[in-house]
């Protein structure tokens, strides 16, 4: 029986590895600069690359460079530059708008697409450095992680433009990544203590996984 179950069992997980290799891969058109550390968002179905590190410096300087992605036509177009330079930084889209903020510093941006320039909206209370995992849920943008304090989340609001506190995560994590799935943040890897300890299972088991509830609002039917 026990043998039938470990048949079963890679044979499922088979499968499963065969369904997420399904597509492919294709090369599109390159970035007009090489950067790394940079912030991503889409918007209007267009990708925007902005801040990071300037690789065409000798030592990877900070930059405030925006290139912007048409994936109708596979072209690369300058977008206006970030109005400070920043690197680590981060970005989302919420109710419509694209925000830049995080990083190495603690300003907001928005993007305006109609007169093609950024301004400046509520600064955050705490600076969140070394990339923070974003996420957005009810068009509030979460920001958990980053350094100093590694364990941090903020909210930003958009409607009433206020950054608020949440729900601190329970280890402390930076240069780490999130999404959103059915109304639920999920904030995976990362470094930070204890994150070199988990390196052996990383292949059967993530490192580090992180999921935050947004508890519904008094006379809501969020759950």
Same mark, same amino acid.
């Given at each position: 029986?026990?043998?039938?179950?470990?048949?079963?069992?890679?044979?499922?997980?088979?499968?499963?590895?065969?369904?997420?290799?399904?597509?492919?891969?294709?090369?599109?058109?390159?970035?007009?600069?090489?950067?790394?550390?940079?912030?991503?968002?889409?918007?209007?179905?267009?990708?925007?690359?902005?801040?990071?590190?300037?690789?065409?410096?000798?030592?990877?300087?900070?930059?405030?460079?925006?290139?912007?992605?048409?994936?109708?036509?596979?072209?690369?177009?300058?977008?206006?530059?970030?109005?400070?330079?920043?690197?680590?930084?981060?970005?989302?889209?919420?109710?419509?708008?694209?925000?830049?903020?995080?990083?190495?510093?603690?300003?907001?941006? $928005?993007?305006?697409?109609?007169?093609?320039?950024?301004?400046?909206?509520? *600064?955050?209370? %705490?600076? =969140?450095?070394?990339? !923070? #995992?974003?996420? $957005?849920?009810?068009?509030?943008?979460?920001?958990?992680?980053?350094?100093? *304090?590694?364990? %941090?989340? =903020?909210?930003?609001? !958009? #409607?009433?433009?206020?950054?608020?506190?949440?729900?601190?995560?329970?280890?402390?994590?930076?240069?780490?990544?999130?999404?959103?799935?059915?109304?639920?943040?999920?904030?995976?890897?990362?470094?930070?203590?204890?994150?070199?300890?988990?390196?052996?299972?990383?292949?059967?088991?993530?490192?580090?996984?992180?999921?935050?509830?947004?508890?519904?609002?008094?006379?809501?039917?969020?759950?």
């Amino acid at each position: 029986m026990k043998g039938f179950l470990g048949v079963l069992f890679i044979s499922l997980l088979a499968a499963t590895i065969g369904k997420a290799q399904d597509g492919e891969w294709k090369l599109l058109a390159h970035m007009p600069d090489g950067r790394q550390e940079l912030a991503t968002a889409v918007l209007n179905g267009k990708i925007f690359a902005i801040g990071g590190l300037d690789e065409r410096q000798p030592a990877g300087q900070a930059t405030n460079t925006v290139n912007i992605y048409n994936v109708a036509t596979d072209t690369w177009t300058p977008g206006p530059p970030l109005p400070i330079v920043n690197q680590h930084n981060a970005a989302a889209t919420a109710a419509g708008k694209l925000y830049a903020f995080a990083g190495q510093s603690r300003f907001t941006y $928005v993007y305006d697409p109609e007169n093609n320039s950024w301004t400046q909206v509520a *600064t955050m209370p %705490l600076g =969140q450095a070394l990339t !923070p #995992a974003v996420g $957005v849920i009810n068009d509030k943008i979460y920001v958990a992680g980053g350094s100093p *304090t590694g364990q %941090l989340l =903020q909210i930003y609001d !958009p #409607a009433s433009n206020t950054w608020s506190t949440g729900a601190s995560m329970s280890v402390q994590r930076h240069h780490t990544a999130g999404g959103v799935i059915d109304g639920k943040f999920y904030v995976a890897s990362g470094r930070g203590p204890g994150a070199q300890l988990a390196r052996p299972q990383r292949q059967a088991l993530p490192g580090f996984l992180a999921l935050f509830v947004r508890l519904p609002d008094e006379g809501s039917a969020f759950g």
